[in-house]
């Protein structure tokens, strides 16, 4: 399980934030540490950055049993699953949620450095407990004294995958030759009755990890919120 042993049966992992990785603030890369300076002026008030993600089906499931019902549900259930273990399990502590928010930060690299991320042909973050079905949910800033989390090793599974089914099954052809080719992407997504338009055919066809491929309705849900960005800005 990629989660903290500190926060294994914390009400974060019961409600889907089943990915955490804890960084020692003053030992994070140059690059983060100048971002995390440039936007928060106080952060000698914080100790520790912890990254959360949810791997597989259950944050969605404990969204729907949530009486949540919003514009962005997936954020502002994750937000109020923070706020609530903070006051209730960590109480003493100060944090900051930096996102969801507007600072950029680059989540992929926080990925990288935790182990969770290699990068896959369709340019969704794939390993192997749970293929592509994971995604970044939170960062926070915090004064908690957490054990700092060692770096998952492993090798990505698409240097594995001889038969590349992925870019087989791309019906836009944006991955033709292993390479990502984003216009074409949004081009085809963008046609009528496109099979692209609420789902990636190429990543439901990865077989890495599929029992934990997200419901219908949770695809559905993302992939409809991409297609809006799409729409309005392309």
């Not at 599974?157 to 033709?176: L, R, S, Y």
């Not at 055919?201 to 409809?224: D, M, T």
Request: hydrophobic content about 30%; some cysteine.
């Amino acid at each position: 399980m990629y989660l903290s042993a500190d926060l294994s049966d914390s009400l974060l992992t019961r409600n889907g934030l089943n990915l955490q990785a804890i960084f020692d603030i003053h030992e994070l890369p140059d690059d983060i540490l100048l971002t995390l300076k440039t936007y928060y002026k106080k952060l000698d008030n914080y100790s520790q950055l912890i990254l959360l993600g949810n791997g597989g089906k259950t944050l969605w499931q404990a969204l729907e049993t949530s009486s949540i019902h919003s514009v962005n549900p997936v954020d502002d259930f994750t937000v109020k699953t923070i706020h609530d273990f903070f006051s209730t399990q960590t109480e003493h502590h100060k944090y900051k949620i930096i996102y969801p928010d507007d600072t950029p930060l680059g989540l992929q690299r926080l990925g990288e450095l935790a182990g969770w991320h290699h990068p896959s042909p369709f340019k969704i973050g794939i390993n192997t407990q749970w293929g592509s079905w994971f995604a970044y949910r939170a960062v926070i800033l915090s004064n908690t004294c957490y054990k700092v989390s060692s770096t998952i090793r492993e090798n990505s599974p698409c240097n594995q995958c001889h038969n590349k089914i992925c870019i087989k099954t791309c019906p836009g052809m944006a991955i033709e030759e292993g390479e990502f080719k984003l216009e074409r992407c949004v081009t085809f997504r963008k046609k009528t009755n496109s099979p692209c338009r609420y789902q990636c055919p190429s990543r439901l066809s990865c077989p890495v990890a599929e029992e934990q491929r997200y419901s219908k309705e949770q695809i559905r849900h993302h992939y409809s919120a991409s297609m809006k960005i799409i729409e309005e800005h392309y």
